[in-house]
């Protein structure tokens, strides 16, 4: 079984790699990890800081580096920074990790670097509709939600499901049978985009090993 000592070290290869890449940048833990507070359901943050000079052209390479750490499995960017000149929000899966070890690398250019506001309301740095999956967005909350449950935050897990059956358009609500709940979010998503099927299913998978299907 992966531990939580194999993540601390898929999170330092992770950051000497885009080092590595961009000499000059700066890579460092964020969130939980970062602060010394992580549980066995944490993902990984990262920042990712580069010279504004060179913001585009890594964040054309940074798939391809970060699968020679390790096989990326997908890629989802944050819609509200779609289009930002300066930051993006990439939330990447790597292929053969633990589902709840989601990489959420925050990259900016230097120039915004300490400014945690920017671009944050541009409506102009926001994804088009069709430029952005809400289903796999769904499905990242049917996650978030199996995580809250795990940490005793059922109100949290409530506040997910819902979301995450809103933003797919399925006129569903939590119920408490959390692992009833999860199967059918990600049950829906996958009927809305047939290539998460087998995300869905891992995902399915996860909410029966972790919550069950106990009421709250």
């Known amino acids: 079984m992966a531990s939580e000592t194999d993540r601390a070290a898929l999170a330092d290869e992770v950051c000497l790699a885009l080092k590595g890449c961009c000499p000059g940048s700066r890579a460092e833990l964020t969130g939980s990890l970062g602060s010394g507070t992580a549980d066995a359901f944490s993902d990984i943050d990262i920042a990712w800081v580069l010279p504004d000079a060179r913001f585009p052209d890594c964040l054309d390479r940074v798939v391809a580096v970060l699968g020679g750490v390790r096989p990326v499995d997908s890629v989802r960017l944050d819609p509200d920074f779609y289009r930002s000149d300066r930051r993006r929000l990439l939330f990447v899966r790597f292929a053969g ?120």
């Not at 541009?122 to 967005?137: G, I, K, T, Y």
């Not at 569903?172 to 985009?193: I, K, N, T």
């Not at 087998?198 to 998978?205: C, E, H, N, P, R």
Request: glycine share 6%; charged share 25%; aromatic share 4%.
């Open 97 to 216: 990790v633990p589902l709840f070890w989601r990489l959420d690398l925050d990259v900016r250019a230097a120039s915004v670097a300490d400014d945690p506001h920017y671009d944050a309301e541009n409506p102009a740095a926001r994804a088009h509709d069709d430029e952005w999956s809400r289903p796999a967005s769904a499905l990242a909350n049917a996650i978030g939600a199996v995580k809250a449950v795990a940490r005793k935050r059922d109100d949290e897990a409530r506040g997910l499901l819902d979301r995450g059956f809103a933003r797919i358009g399925e006129d569903a609500r939590a119920s408490g049978a959390w692992g009833h709940d999860v199967a059918r979010l990600a049950h829906a998503a996958a009927l809305r985009e047939p290539s998460l099927s087998d995300l869905a299913a891992q995902v399915t998978a996860l909410a029966a090993q972790h919550v069950g299907g106990s009421a709250a």
